[in-house]
T-cell receptor
Framework: QKEVEQNSGPLSVPEGAIASLNCTYS??????FFWYRQYSGKSPELIMS????GDKEDGRFTAQLNKASQYVSLLIRDSQPSDSATYLC??????????????FGKGTLLTVNP | DVKVTQSSRYLVKRTGEKVFLECVQD?????MFWYRQDPGLGLRLIYF???????EKGDIPEGYSVSREKKERFSLILESASTNQTSMYLC????????????FGEGSWLTVV
């Protein structure tokens, strides 16, 4: 059974700070990695996807992937109160014919304080 | 933009009722999914479909069935609703395999009393 682990939080940061969200996964041959943001009562929305080792930047967001350590992270620079949400790490691909379905972590609740 | 539409947003059903949750996507995606989300348990896959009339069980299929008669439509069926099926249900879709992103609908909140 593929597992995706995240700290549940809550993670609390002041406005303007960098928020760092972490995720580990168990299936070494996983291929695609995603970060979703979910506001309370809403459905998940995609923030970032990453497929290769290293960093990928998109605006204030940076995703980092280290396949050797089976670790993926999301950095949010200049955090804003509107970033307060639950962040879900998701993993796709790997063993067991799972090329087309996502396995999710349970999410980290981020609170950005004004 | 990808549009995944769940027609029923809020439902209250009685124990033992048959419940249909409908989902439609407008991007000609091959794959469609049904997840449920519960506090402390996260998102769990119930069923998915990779083509019309094709389906596979996810991690928690017990008590559910699905139907995919047309490519754009994927239905989740609770044959006899029970209180432990009270949850938020999320439909999603994606292009076939690979790096393709999965997009979610707005969710259906089901309460079984």
């Amino acid at each position: 059974q593929k597992e995706v682990e995240q700290n549940s939080g809550p993670l609390s940061v002041p406005e303007g700070a960098i928020a760092s969200l972490n995720c580990t996964y168990s299936d070494r041959v996983s291929q695609s990695f995603f970060w979703y943001r979910q506001y309370s009562g809403k459905s998940p929305e995609l923030i970032m996807s990453i497929y290769s080792n290293g960093d990928k930047e998109d605006g204030r967001f940076t995703a980092q992937l280290n396949k050797a350590s089976q670790y993926v992270s999301l950095l949010i620079r200049d955090s804003q109160p509107s970033d307060s949400a639950t962040y879900l790490c998701a993993v796709k691909g790997g063993s067991g014919g799972s090329n087309y379905k996502l396995t999710f972590g349970k999410g980290t609740l981020l609170t950005v304080n004004p | 933009d990808v549009k995944v539409t769940q027609s029923s947003r809020y439902l209250v059903k009685r124990t033992g009722e048959k419940v249909f949750l409908e989902c439609v996507q407008d991007m000609d995606h091959e794959n469609m999914f049904w997840y449920r989300q519960d506090p402390g348990l996260g998102l769990r896959l119930i069923y998915f479909s990779y083509d019309v009339k094709m389906k596979e069980k996810g991690d928690i299929p017990e008590g559910y069935s699905v139907s995919r008669e047309k490519k754009e439509r994927f239905s989740l069926i609770l044959e006899s609703a029970s209180t432990n099926q009270t949850s938020m249900y999320l439909c999603a879709s994606s292009l076939w395999s690979g790096r393709n992103t999965i997009y979610f609908g707005e969710g259906s909140w089901l309460t079984v009393v």
